[in-house]
């Protein structure tokens, strides 16, 4: 863990994760439809993002759209793919401006051709950004991950530009999605449930989770710093013994 200044104080962890969960309930628990409660996450984002600066976090990760979700009802994914869409139109300017830089990994082939087309100028004109590493999953999945980085090394292999036994854990890191991004020591899910909805799977072997109880449009910053405390209570060995160092 990298020491870097914060408002907490103490180092915080390079890399967050968040899977954002929550958005319809939120909305059915004010009888709200639930693209309602999809416009309130977008608002959380952006709270969430400024938060992340404030508390001096590196690495910011948002599950924002799984490869599962093209399952929803056509007009809930409309409305998804609309917000995205405003969000790519609206925010990329001040993302340059707060020297944030956009990444957004998942599978682009998928997604309408102005969005992708939009991810490509948003991650170009953001790459010299060095205040915060932003990564947006959006058509991702963490198994799909996976396959197709096993499927790239098998057809190097096969193609004989790859000897099959230097095959090893940094080589498949760097056939990932997630090449070049540290891998995440904090991951947090809100909306009280508890498991890891296809997220990450390779990258967060070692991550700590927190499950938050709120749901995502009323995670703020203070829901942040919380998640941040618990993790400093965390004993975090990676597979040593308790007092090995």
Known sequence: MNVVPSEL???????????MDGNGRWAKARGLPRTAGHRAGAQSVRRT???????????????????????????EVDELMGLLRRHLQGEIAEF???RIRLRVIGDRERLPKDIARLITEAESSTAGGTRLNLTMAI????RQDIVSAARHLAMEAAAGRLEPEVIDEELFNASLLTNGIPDPDLVIRTSGEQRISNFLLWQSAYSEFVFAKKHWPDFGKDD?????????LRDR???AAAGSG
């Not at 058509?139 to 963490?142: E, K």
């Not at 710093?225 to 618990?230: M, S, T, V």
């Open 139 to 142: 058509s991702y999945g963490g």
């Open 96 to 98: 340059h401006k707060e």
């Open 237 to 239: 060995r990676y597979g």
């Open 49 to 75: 993002v400024a938060a992340a600066i404030e508390l001096g976090i590196s690495y910011l990760t948002l599950y924002g759209f799984s490869s599962e979700n093209w399952k929803r009802p056509l007009a």
């Open 224 to 232: 942040l710093a919380d998640a941040i405390k618990e993790f400093r």
């Open 9 to 19: 104080g103490d180092p915080v962890p390079v890399h967050v994760a968040i899977i």
